[in-house]
């Protein structure tokens, strides 16, 4: 199985009404009901750690191919949501689409998870080599760092709407307080940061965690 993780960004405009943001949130997430959908989840953002991002909300879901990704952006449901729910009170929005490097377990989030979504801007001269090297450094984090569930990390395919961003990963916690834990390790972390600092124009980092109910097909 080759898992899609699908991650979109969006930025509500300041004087939105509430009322239309429950909307869109409701809208998005109803379309876990669509056949190509194995897992979605949209809320507001947790938190944003990035000087660059002013991101207020998130979208994350799977899907079990390439294929099922662009039946559901073509389905009129999705698009008829983000016709009428989205586009009218965004004022940005970023996607970054990647093939899971392993199958996540559980496939659908259990609800309160907290998820720490990182999208990496690589400089111009990166070659293949370099970009090896830092899925491999992502790749690595799991075993040495405690209370991460799940991480996938991938390179991005869908570079229409990612801004140059061309690396991305979501590593998964069973919650908040498991995703601050990260902290302990801040030695590790850092060393890691180290390694593929001098390779990066840009870095997105964001975190989100389930609503007390969350959406599945599973």
């Not at 239309?20 to 979605?40: A, E, R």
């Not at 569930?149 to 590593?171: D, K, L, W």
């Not at 940061?193 to 990066?200: A, E």
Request: hydrophobic fraction near 40%; proline fraction near 5%; charge should be negative.
């Amino acid at each position: 199985m080759s898992i899609v993780e699908h991650v979109v960004l969006f930025k509500v405009k300041d004087d939105t009404d509430q009322a239309k943001v429950n909307m869109m949130l409701n809208g998005l997430n109803g379309l876990v009901s669509l056949d190509p959908v194995v897992h979605l989840t949209a809320g507001p953002v947790f938190r944003t750690r990035s000087p660059i991002s002013n991101f207020t909300h998130m979208l994350h879901s799977r899907y079990k191919s390439k294929e099922d990704l662009n039946s559901y952006s073509a389905h009129p449901d999705h698009l008829r949501v983000v016709k009428e729910n989205v586009l009218p009170i965004c004022d940005d929005i970023m996607a970054v689409d990647w093939v899971a490097d392993n199958d996540p377990l559980p496939l659908s989030l259990p609800c309160n998870s907290a998820i720490k979504v990182t999208f990496l801007k690589l400089k111009e001269n990166v070659n293949d080599e370099a970009q090896g090297e830092i899925l491999g450094v992502i790749k690595g984090i799991k075993d040495n760092v405690s209370g991460i569930q799940q991480i996938t990390c991938g390179e991005n395919f869908s570079p229409a709407r990612a801004r140059g961003f061309s690396i991305a990963s979501v590593a998964v916690f069973n919650g908040v307080n498991e995703m601050e834990g990260i902290e302990e390790n801040e030695e590790y972390v850092n060393l890691q940061k180290q390694k593929v600092r001098d390779y990066l124009d840009g870095v997105i980092v964001v975190d989100y965690v389930l609503p007390s109910s969350s959406s599945s097909n599973l």
